[in-house]
């Protein structure tokens, strides 16, 4: 996906949230974060399945919560997290704050780093 497609995803995710959208970038970094001027994507999740991506974007959006305070990974976190997912129709089951594994209206997304 290119950055537009990405910044799509977040913005309808930060509707949803009730939140102002966040810009996004995609950089050659180890790990995506969210801060106040930007979300930032790493450009080796191209390698994977577009709804890892989906995924990303949104997992890295959820930080701002509904509230549209910063957030780690704690429950409430998980719980906006799933919610926001499942307007993507996905599902996450967990290993700590990341997929273990990812569905995508009931099938398994196999392309996820493991």
Not at 22 to 38: C, E, L, Q, S, W
Not at 53 to 68: F, N
Not at 84 to 104: C, D, E, Q, S, V
């Amino acid at each position: 996906m290119k950055q537009k497609d990405f910044q799509m995803i977040v913005d309808l995710t930060s509707e949803e949230l009730g939140i102002k959208t966040i810009p996004v970038r995609i950089k050659d970094t180890f790990a995506g974060h969210a801060n106040k001027k930007y979300i930032t994507l790493p450009k080796w999740i191209e390698n994977y399945d577009v709804k890892y991506q989906i995924y990303y974007a949104v997992h890295e959006t959820c930080h701002y919560g509904e509230d549209g305070k910063r957030r780690e990974h704690n429950l409430l976190f998980k719980e906006t997290e799933d919610k926001m997912l499942k307007l993507w129709g996905i599902t996450i089951t967990r290993k700590k704050a990341y997929p273990k594994t990812l569905n995508y209206n009931g099938q398994s997304i196999k392309n996820i780093p493991k």
